[in-house]
Nanobody, 115 residues
Framework: QVHLVQSGGGLVQPGGSLRLSCAAS????????MNWYRQVPGNQRELVAS???????NYAEAVRGRFTISRDNVRNRTWLQMNSLKPEDTAVYYC?????????WGQGTQVTVSG
C-alpha cells in the first residue's frame, strides 16, 4: 500500500537544470525522512540527499551546493532540484523512504547530462 511515484528527469546539457518529483501515498508522510538515491551501472546505489519530516536536509559531498531537496507535507511530495548539472550526474535516480524496517522505492527515472 506504500507507493512512491516519480516524475521528471530526461536529457539536459551540462550546466543545465532539472527537477525531479516524488509523490507518496500509504504513509504518514510528515513523520518519514525522504531520500533521493542514484545509481550508475557497475556502481553501488548512492544516497544523494535526504530530508526529515521537519525539513532538516543533508547532501552527498558530490552534489552539495548544486542540488536542493524539499518537501510539502500537505501534498505528500518531495522534490530534488538539480542545478549546474555535470556529465557525472548521469544516473537513474530513485526516491525512497523506510517504514517499519522496510525500504520502499519509486520506479526510478533516468537523468542524462550530455551535449
Amino acid at each position: 500500500q506504500v507507493h512512491l511515484v516519480q516524475s521528471g528527469g530526461g536529457l539536459v546539457q551540462p550546466g543545465g537544470s532539472l527537477r525531479l518529483s516524488c509523490a507518496a501515498s500509504g504513509i504518514n508522510f510528515r513523520l518519514h525522512t525522504m531520500n533521493w538515491y542514484r545509481q550508475v551501472p557497475g556502481n553501488q546505489r548512492e544516497l544523494v540527499a535526504s530530508i526529515t519530516g521537519s525539513s532538516s536536509s543533508n547532501y552527498a559531498e558530490a552534489v552539495r551546493g548544486r542540488f536542493t531537496i524539499s518537501r510539502d507535507n500537505v501534498r505528500n511530495r518531495t522534490w530534488l532540484q538539480m542545478n549546474s548539472l555535470k556529465p557525472e550526474d548521469t544516473a537513474v535516480y530513485y526516491c525512497s523512504t523506510t517504514m517499519q524496517s522496510l525500504q520502499y522505492w519509486g520506479q526510478g527515472t533516468q537523468v542524462t547530462v550530455s551535449g
